[in-house]
């Protein structure tokens, strides 16, 4: 694992280290500007995957955004599962969904896959994202203003469990009903029925 060290000041964290658990400042003491788009670990993850998996919304944010301004893929796949970047930055406990939303049109404008379907029972990003179960749909619409703004939404495509997303919904009832109108309202708008969902 690489790990750097500056004159008077020991050890620095790693670069995955810094990505996931430090803030930007402390990110920005070893990275070297540039290697965003050639950087990956072993695991075949890139800098802006561990990035994505920072604990602290703020610094999630601004370390991803950093290294999507140095041309980090935003389209790369976590192997072998097939997360995208969207199932990642969903996948945390805290979030500050208004700040992140700007991330979230940034990640799918750089070719973040909004309808591929991970393995390990994660489905779509949009079903990793309506199964934050503390979260409500009132919480989550920053994110969700976001994805129903673009065109090419599978919502029927089988994803979790080999249902689809807009039947993932409606199963979570009450706490999703505004999700799943939502998304009927979508299919509705480009003409796709939803009679068998």
Not at 155 to 171: F, H, I, M, P, Y
Request: proline share 6%.
């Amino acid at each position: 694992m690489f790990v750097k060290t500056l004159p008077g000041e020991g050890m620095l964290p790693s670069l995955i280290t810094a990505a996931r658990r430090c803030s930007l400042d402390e990110f920005l003491r070893i990275y070297e500007p540039g290697s965003a788009q050639s950087w990956v670990s072993g695991t075949g993850e890139t800098l802006l995957h561990f990035a994505l998996q920072n604990g602290e919304p703020a610094n999630r944010v601004a370390i991803a955004m950093r290294l999507l301004d140095d041309n980090a893929d935003a389209a790369a796949l976590v192997p072998p599962e097939q997360y995208t970047t969207l199932h990642l930055l969903f996948a945390h406990n805290s979030h500050d969904f208004q700040a992140e939303a700007p991330l979230l049109e940034r990640l799918i404008a750089g070719g973040a896959d909004v309808n591929m379907v991970a393995g390990r029972g994660w489905g779509t990003p949009l079903q990793a994202l309506a199964s934050l179960g503390k979260y409500s749909d009132d919480e989550l619409e920053p994110f969700y203003n976001v994805l129903f703004a673009r065109p090419g939404l599978d919502l029927l495509r089988a994803g979790k469990s080999g249902r689809s997303t807009l039947e993932s919904a409606k199963l979570l009832g009450p706490r999703r009903q505004n999700l799943a109108a939502r998304m009927e309202d979508y299919l509705n708008a480009y003409g796709i029925t939803t009679e068998n969902s």
